[in-house]
C-alpha cells in the first residue's frame, strides 16, 4: 500500500463528519495538497483535489494535465477541466447532497461561497484541525526527509564558521549560509535565513542588516533546508572571539542555563506527556536559573511541529495542555533568553518523539 493512499485512509478512519475532502489550491498552494498527492512537478492553480474513502480525483487544467497524467499519483485519477462542463458534472455529482471537508485556515471564504454555490454539497464543514492532527503524525518518509533536512541545515551551522570576520555584515553571512545550505542538497531555504549579531540577538526574528561583526559579540544563527519540500529548522549561537572577559562570562552564562534548558526538556519527552509540561521544564529551567536574573526572559514557546511547513502545528507551548506527545511527531526544542540591548541566545534542534522517548533529528 502507498504511504500517500494510506494517508487519506487513515483520514477518513479519524474524520467521521464528512463524505469527502475538498483541497483547493489558490494562487498558492495548500500544503494539504502537497500531503494528499506528492506531486513532484507543476503549480496547479486553482485546482481541485477530491478525496474520498477509497478514491481522489484531480481536477487540473490543460495547461498541467499531462504533467499531472505523468507524474501517476497513486489512487488519484486526473480529471481535466474544459469547456465541455464534463468535468463540473462530475465534481457535481461526486459532492452535491453531500458533507464536504475544506480546510479553512486556507480556502478564503469567497471560494466555498463558489464552491457551494456551483456544486451544492449539504453542508461545508472546516476540517483543518483534523488535517493539523493528521500531518502531527509524520510517516516514515516524511520523518526521512526531515531528517535529510535536518543534517543539511547542522552541516551548514558547521561550514559557516569559517567566515565569521570581524567586518562581515549579517546580511552577507545570511546568505553565505543559504549558499552552503543548497550545495549541500538544500531545495531552498524553509524560512527567511536568520542571522543576528551582537544586541540584535535579542530580537527573535531580527532580518539581517548591515551591522558588523565585532569581537565578542554574540552570533545567532536560525535557519533551515527544504528536502522532498520537507523542512527542518535549527538555530546554533556563538560568542565571537575575546574571551576571558566579564561581558563574555556573561554570556557563556546564559549559553549554559539554555543548552541546559534545551537538554532538560529533551530528556523530559515521554509519549503521553502533555507538550504543554515539556515547555514547562525549559521555562522554569531559565526563569529560576542563577537566582532569576533570567526570569521572564524566555519569551516564546518552546517548539512547534515542524513538516510540510516550517511551523507546521502545535508543539511544546503553554496552549497544548490537551495535545499529549505521541511517537511520529517532529517538534522543535528551541529554549532561549532573550535580554533587550545586550543580546540573546536559542539553541534549537528537530526533535521526533519516539515509543522510547525523543531523538534529535
Ligand atoms: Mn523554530
Known sequence: ??????????????EKRIDAIIIMNTGSQDPNFYYFTGFRSSLFENNILLVKKNKAYLFTYALEYQDAVRQKFPGIEVVKFGNDGEARSLLSKEIKGKAVGINGEFLPLNYCKRISKTYKPKR?????????????????????????AA????????????????????AELARKFDEISRNLGSEGPSFDTIVCFGKNAALPHHSPDNTKLKKGDIILIDAGAKINRYCSDVTRSFIFGKKNTEDYRKKKEMYDTVKE????ALKAIKEG????????????????????????????????????????????????????AKAGMVITDEPGIYI???????????????KKGAEIL
Open 1 to 14: 500500500m502507498n504511504s500517500i493512499s494510506n494517508r487519506y485512509k487513515r483520514f477518513f478512519s479519524n
Open 124 to 148: 461545508i464543514i472546516d476540517i483543518s484541525e483534523s488535517l493539523t492532527d493528521a500531518r502531527m503524525i509524520k510517516d516514515k518518509g516524511e520523518i526521512e526527509n526531515i531528517r535529510k
Open 151 to 170: 543534517k543539511v541545515t547542522k552541516a551548514a551551522h558547521r561550514l559557516i564558521q569559517k567566515n565569521f570576520k570581524a567586518g562581515i555584515t549579517e
Open 261 to 264: 534548558a534545551h537538554d532538560l
Open 273 to 324: 506527556k502533555s507538550l504543554s509540561s515539556i515547555h514547562m521544564i525549559a521555562a522554569n529551567h531559565i526563569n529560576k536559573k542563577h537566582k532569576g536574573i533570567y526570569n521572564g526572559k524566555f519569551i516564546h514557546s518552546l517548539g512547534h511541529s515542524l513538516g510540510i511547513e516550517v511551523h507546521d502545528g502545535p508543539g511544546f507551548s503553554p496552549a497544548y495542555g490537551n495535545i499529549k
Open 340 to 354: 533587550k540591548g545586550f543580546g540573546g541566545i536559542r539553541i534549537e534542534d528537530d526533535v521526533l518523539i519516539t
